[in-house]
């Protein structure tokens, strides 16, 4: 394999080997073999420092696996010219919702949180400029994880300054948004969101359809 390898940088460069070794991660992660992702993708990076999207194969791979601060890093890595007022761009908003997902295994809920104000603020900006159906579905999912993860936080804390009332109306719009009755995501929050509210009746109600759709 190294005589291959040797023959490869010579016709093709270092950038042709950090590829191959980038395949390698892509078939390891979607066996679900982390480790081996984790090392394919270390080797691709040896050859290739830049390559971002090796750097986000690995930080999927970490966080499968549990490694959750070195795949915290590895997002870092990927947003550190992010700035407050910049203005974002798809692949950003993912890495976003990418880091939220690793601070949330961490209970950095605060953290979670400042994120997704900014996803949201992100979709809803993007909804007003193009008011079609792929702006209304992700601008109504990013409301309703927003109030999923405000959920979990207060559950977590106890904290009342996670403002379960708030996230039960930003669940109630997000639903308005869909413009999708039966949809199991958005009415497990708002199920969960009711019952952090104290109205029991009616959470036990869409979170019971909520499973039924699971379960279909």
């Known amino acids: 394999m190294l005589a291959g390898l040797v023959v490869i940088v010579a016709l093709l460069g270092r950038e042709e080997v950090s590829r191959w070794y980038e395949a390698r991660a892509l078939n390891a992660i979607t066996d679900q073999r982390y480790d081996e992702a984790i090392e394919s993708a270390n080797k691709a990076l040896k050859w290739d420092a830049d390559n971002t999207g090796m750097i986000d194969i690995r930080a999927t791979a970490r966080m499968l696996s549990g490694q959750l601060e070195e795949s915290l890093a590895d997002f870092d890595r990927l947003l550190q010219d992010v700035d407050e007022d910049d203005q974002l761009d798809e692949r950003e908003i993912v890495r976003m ?32 400029l193009r008011d079609d159906d792929g702006s209304r579905y992700d601008y109504a999912m990013a409301l309703n994880n927003r109030a999923y993860m405000i959920a979990l936080a207060s559950v977590d804390t106890r904290d009342s300054k996670y403002d379960v ?11 308005e948004l869909l413009q999708v009755e039966d949809d199991s995501a958005t009415l497990d929050t708002l199920g969960y969101l009711l019952l952090l509210n104290n109205q029991p009746k009616e959470a036990v109600i869409h979170l019971e359809r909520a499973v039924e759709l699971t379960a279909a």
């Open 97 to 128: 919702a990418q880091k939220a997902q690793v601070l949330q295994l961490l209970r950095r809920h605060q953290e979670v949180l400042q994120l997704w104000n900014r996803i949201v603020e992100f979709r809803k900006n993007e909804y007003r």
């Open 165 to 175: 009332a708030a996230a039960l109306e930003q669940s109630r719009l997000s639903i």
